[in-house]
């Protein structure tokens, strides 16, 4: 019978997985409003990629996904940097994505603590 790997011992996925930041914040010129498509690689669910933004929900939908799973190319086609800094501190991100995101752009850190 193989031994436990002891838990200080493990690598976990969440510890290691890349994720991308655009060059600046004033390079986000997604939509403020409307409909949306990510691409399957950001968003895989049933019914395509298509999100309104103004539907309750579908901003945090859509941010979430294209900042943890999309390409820095992704993100400045989708991500509207005024209603990221609004939505900022009420998305749920993992928590090394948030923690990349907040030491490149640190007046989304000021935004979260506002």
């Not at 994505?97 to 907040?102: D, F, I, K, N, T």
Request: glycine share 8%; proline share 10%.
């Amino acid at each position: 019978m193989p031994e436990a790997t002891p838990a200080a011992a493990r690598v976990y996925f969440r510890d290691v997985k890349p994720y991308e930041t655009p060059t600046s914040l004033a390079d986000l010129a997604g939509p403020p409003g409307g409909v949306v498509e990510l691409p399957h690689a950001v968003f895989w669910a049933p019914g395509g990629g298509r999100i309104d933004l103004d539907e309750s929900g579908g901003l945090a939908m859509a941010y979430q996904a294209v900042i943890g799973e999309g390409t820095a190319t992704d993100q400045v086609r989708v991500l509207n940097r005024d209603r990221l800094r609004e939505a900022w501190p009420e998305l749920m991100l993992p928590r090394r994505a948030r923690e990349l995101w907040e030491d490149r752009f640190p007046e989304l850190r000021r935004t979260a603590v506002a």
